[in-house]
């Protein structure tokens, strides 16, 4: 599928919808260029800062769902994805080695927070630090492969993750039937998570913290649209 220059993705992982003209899409892409979301072809300089705001809400993110288990308001459901002990990488450090490695468009990372939202709606999987590195890396080869033109296989994508490409393979394909594998994402839907990174970004200067929630919480946006 053919998608216009004025998108921030390099290949067909988002669904094409009415393309707007230049005077309407101007807002849309100067948030687009300020999270380093870069259009087919053009190269970011230095890490774009989509990363550090996806850190940022996923870091915020487990710290909440800890906080829940700790006072005994929600308990988490074991999966394949949970480690005995957190990894020593922190999740910020964790996703500049991926996107150092995998050479992938930038958009693949608000694309992998879109799955991993997914994964939680359809689990009872609290994000947590024993299991956020399993789901990035996984969220991140689906991601991956499903947005770029040019990608890796499962064993490089295994090794830059920290796991066996056995392992990889397992938890890719336990994520593919937990999402149904609905990969395809709306611009809407990309739109509204951009959107939230945005806030993710205020919130993080001010100090405070931003009323965005996994799902089973609080859900970020109209429950009525889809993913947002």
């Not at 990309?190 to 929630?213: P, R, T």
Request: charged residues 20%; contains cysteine; glycine residues 4%.
């Amino acid at each position: 599928m053919q998608l216009h220059s004025g998108l921030p993705c390099s290949a067909h992982g988002i669904e094409d919808q009415k393309q707007p003209s230049p005077d309407t899409e101007s807002p849309s892409m100067e948030m687009y260029r300020s999270l380093g979301l870069q259009a087919p072809g053009r190269k970011v300089a230095g890490s774009p800062r989509v990363l550090l705001l996806v850190s940022s809400l996923v870091e915020r993110s487990v710290e909440k769902s800890e906080r829940l288990l700790e006072l005994g308001q929600r308990k988490d459901a074991l999966t394949i994805f949970h480690g005995v002990r957190a990894p020593a990488l922190s999740v910020c450090q964790y996703i500049d080695r991926i996107y150092k490695y995998f050479g992938c468009s930038p958009s693949c990372f608000v694309m992998a927070v879109i799955y991993v939202d997914r994964f939680l709606r359809n689990t009872e999987v609290l994000l947590t630090s024993l299991n956020v590195h399993r789901l990035l890396i996984t969220s991140m080869t689906i991601a991956a492969k499903f947005m770029d033109d040019a990608f890796f296989n499962n064993a490089y994508y295994a090794k830059v993750g920290g796991v066996s490409t056995s392992e990889l393979n397992r938890l890719e394909l336990k994520f593919l039937f937990s999402i149904d594998f609905r990969l395809q994402v709306s611009l809407e839907t990309f739109h509204c998570w951009c959107l939230m990174l945005e806030k993710e970004s205020a919130a993080a200067c001010e100090g405070i913290l931003v009323h965005i929630e996994w799902p089973k919480q609080v859900l970020p946006f109209d429950k009525a649209k889809e993913d947002c």
